[in-house]
């Protein structure tokens, strides 16, 4: 998850990657469910089930991390974040246009292929061991498609709580970013009117709200630390209960992610960095291409960006566009990660029979927006949102917890072209940046194609993006 979009400064980790140690947790899941199936071991007190119970409990307590998170984690970014009105407009539009095309690409392809039904007898099957099929979570399914088929303003006042309670304890995913925002909004408001005694305080609810944002980074550390053994015993009891089956139809998933994917980074981008921004593909791609291969090898956007602005630098694109989009605006230009969020939970909802139509699509586009955009800053991300996108488009929590690692034995592929596709999103929105405000191809005072003082300036600040607070100065 995330395209993973690690925190800068952070030290490489030396411990065994994460998606080796859930591969290991696959491997050894399905031997357990193939060597015991349904059977008690150890003693004969221990069997699959109470493993793939155990596993389901991590799941759970992701989705408690998450939703917390991501509302601090929006707080943080206003905090540590000032950009003007005109340019913040500008990019949140462009990476609004670019959001909608992904999402159509993504949605079209699993609505005229219907990639999910092919793994509908085998996920269905492990909600009612020894019967063909269970409706239980299509029947729940089908309930929230119902109610997404209301008006727009019905639709709207869902999202506004009752409380704002409500949000957090039911994992609205929606109505935490909106709170999210609206209480950033509110923090810049009371710290610009208010008087120096004001001030002080607000600076100590700032340093607060980094506080506990840090903490709940951490938290989520040492939970998706453990996901291998949740792993391990979800798979042991989809093993145990389905056998083998249930893993062949998953790669009809990764090639359809793939495939969307690449629609979308490797011909959408290129035609607008060509035609609108007049950077031809010799440009976008081949100087772009060391950003891309390293955001690939790397499985990271937010580590590849000192790579990312000398590519820009080189591409002649201004220091002032290539830091906002590459370094502040870096949460918005997550097209890897929306694409594989909403295309997992139409997936699952077609494998188990109950496709939500158009409102309930909606809402999971929304869903995976406002997800990856809160959260994108932590290692992960990707695992971590995708339990609330999935809530979201009504699947029941069993079925989120037997799906989870299903969808994880390809995950380690998926996630590093999800990084190099947000990193191709950063160089774009960069690129388009720099239309708007009038450049014209070479014609910046640091672009070169050595990459040189422009970008020092980029990276040597203390007080800019890579040297602590992320601030853009006008």
């Keep these: ?16 990657p994460l998606y080796v140690r859930v591969l290991s947790g696959v491997v050894l899941g399905i031997v357990l469910g193939l060597v015991f199936r349904e059977r008690k071991y150890l003693f ?56 909608t095309v992904a999402l159509c690409i993504g949605l079209s392809i699993m609505n005229g292929f219907s990639p999910g039904r092919h793994l509908s007898g085998a996920l269905a099957a492990l ?26 303003l019905d639709n709207v006042s869902g999202y506004v709580p009752r409380s704002l309670v409500d949000p957090f304890s039911e994992n609205s995913v929606i109505t935490v970013v909106l709170l999210g925002l609206l209480a950033g909004v509110a923090l810049r408001r009371a710290r610009a009117r208010g008087d120096e005694e004001t001030a002080r305080g607000i ?88 950003a891309i291969l390293t955001g690939l090898s790397t499985n990271s956007s937010l580590a590849t960006v000192p790579v990312t602005l000398k590519a820009l630098d080189r591409m002649g694109v201004s220091p002032a566009s290539a830091r906002l989009a590459a370094c502040i605006g870096t949460n918005l230009n997550n097209d890897g990660i929306l694409l594989y969020e909403a295309m997992t939970a139409v997936f699952l909802t077609q494998a188990v029979g109950a496709p939500l139509g158009l409102s309930g699509e909606i809402t999971i586009g929304l869903a995976s927006v406002m997800a990856a955009a809160g959260i994108a800053g932590i290692p992960e991300a990707g695992l971590v949102v995708l339990p609330l996108v999935l809530g979201a488009a009504g699947l029941p929590d069993a079925l989120i917890a037997t799906a989870i690692p299903l969808v994880m034995t390809v995950d380690w592929l998926i996630a590093r072209v999800r990084s190099g596709v947000n990193v191709m999103s950063d160089m774009l929105v960069a690129v388009l940046l720099d239309v708007g405000d009038g450049k014209k191809n070479g014609s910046d005072a640091g672009a070169h194609d050595g990459g040189g003082e422009g970008v020092a300036d980029l990276l040597g600040n203390p007080g800019g993006p890579l040297g602590g607070d992320r601030d853009e100065r006008p």
Excluded at 5 to 13: V, Y
Aim: net charge positive; aromatic share 6%.
């Design 44 to 99: 004969g007190t221990v069997g699959n089930a109470e493993l793939g119970r155990l596993g389901m409990l991590v799941v759970k307590l992701l989705k408690a991390l998450a939703v917390p998170l991501v509302f601090f984690a929006i707080l943080d970014a206003f905090v540590k974040t000032n950009i003007t009105l005109r340019k913040g407009a500008r990019l949140v539009v462009i990476c609004a246009i670019n959001a």
């Design 127 to 152: 909600h009612r061991p020894g019967a063909v099929a269970s409706d239980a979570a299509a029947q729940e399914l089908i309930a929230t498609a119902k109610k997404g088929s209301l008006g727009l």
């Design 1 to 16: 998850m995330g395209e993973q979009k690690s925190r800068a400064g952070e030290q490489p980790n030396r411990r065994i």
């Design 203 to 290: 600076s100590v609810v700032e340093r607060g709200i980094g506080g506990v944002y840090a903490i709940l980074v951490e938290a989520l550390d040492i939970v998706v630390g453990v996901v291998p053994i949740a792993v391990l015993g979800v798979v042991a009891d989809v093993v145990g209960k389905a056998g083998l089956e249930v893993f062949r139809s998953i790669w009809i998933f990764l090639v359809t992610v793939l495939a969307a994917m690449a629609l979308h980074s490797l011909v959408y981008y290129p035609l607008v960095a060509w035609f609108i921004g007049k950077k031809p593909p010799r440009v976008y791609l081949g100087i772009g291409a060391d």
